[in-house]
């Protein structure tokens, strides 16, 4: 069974920086990449990033570009108990970064460098950590 947990979110001042976790367990990171989306408050979720440890692969939105940085930490400890722990380094952050921020992936998934990431092709979701950047 494929798990998805988020931690990390927390309040922080305009231009502060916080580290956001996500670890994937009971899943294949060799295989499928795994997304980040964050839904701010009356608004859709948006797909922002992604990474594939396939070729190192690795995307992001114009408005987090530069300021955010995806990173991945795969460790296997059997070939049926894939773990992957996927960072999200958020740099210089701004009040309309707010928002939950969601890890989610899909068997198949493979985060393309021309498209961000869709909602509608995830399968696996973790519930979300908070981040609220104070003006």
């Known amino acids: 069974e494929v798990q998805v947990v988020e931690s990390g979110g927390g309040l922080v001042q305009t231009g502060g920086s916080l580290t956001l976790s996500c670890v994937a367990s009971?899943?294949?990171?060799?295989?499928?990449?795994i997304a980040w989306f964050r839904q701010a408050p009356g608004k859709e979720r948006e797909g922002f990033s992604c990474?594939?440890?396939?070729?190192?692969?690795?995307?992001?939105?114009?408005?987090?570009?530069g300021r955010f940085t995806i990173s991945s930490d795969d460790a296997k400890n059997t070939i049926y108990n894939a773990k992957a722990t996927i960072y999200l380094h958020m740099n210089n952050l701004k009040p309309e970064d707010t928002a939950v921020y969601y890890c989610?992936?899909?068997?198949?998934?493979?985060?393309?460098?021309?498209?961000?990431?869709?909602?509608?092709?995830?399968?696996?979701w973790g519930k979300g950590t908070p981040v609220t950047v104070s003006s």
């Open positions: 989610a992936t899909a068997r198949g998934y493979y985060c393309s460098t021309s498209e961000p990431p869709s909602l509608w092709d995830m399968d696996y």
């Open positions: 009971g899943f294949n990171f060799d295989e499928d990449a």
């Open positions: 990474i594939s440890s396939i070729d190192g692969t690795t995307y992001y939105i114009d408005s987090v570009k």
